[in-house]
């Protein structure tokens, strides 16, 4: 049986992609681990082996509704979401909402959309079962 998985690429596709390339790297800050053209792709957070990638589309998108077949939810976990919703709100992105506890799945969490309308969530969680980054 093979072992895991090396590293993680997120893949997502937008008609216009300049306008997400600037928001992953001015507004978020991702550090561009690999420019192809028409495709760049981001290291999410240094040493993790997980990547976000955003490429030009083929096709309109389908839906807009992330959560139906086809759909995605870009999550970046980290502790401090409270401190990433005020930068992320100084920097005018469009919120739909303060940060929220939810007790059933025990995270706090802010959705968001970038440029090409992706859903994407800044979350903390808030349950010893979850691994922590460092390992």
Request: include cysteine; glycine fraction near 8%.
């Amino acid at each position: 049986m093979p072992g895991p998985f090396d590293q993680h690429v997120t893949f997502l596709y937008a008609e216009a992609p300049e306008a997400c390339w600037r928001f992953y790297e001015e507004v978020l800050g991702l550090p561009l681990a690999q420019d192809q053209g028409t495709c760049r792709i981001y290291e999410i957070a240094p040493g993790s082996r997980a990547f976000l990638g955003v490429c030009r589309a083929r096709a309109a998108r389908v839906s807009d509704d992330p959560r139906v077949e086809g759909g995605a939810v870009v999550t970046f976990v980290v502790q401090d979401v409270e401190g990433w919703h005020a930068r992320l709100a100084a920097k005018g992105v469009e919120i739909a909402s303060a940060p929220r506890h939810s007790e059933a799945y025990r995270v706090t969490s802010f959705f968001f959309r970038d440029p090409a309308g992706y859903t994407l969530e800044i979350q903390r969680f808030e349950r010893p079962d979850w691994p922590a980054a460092d390992g």
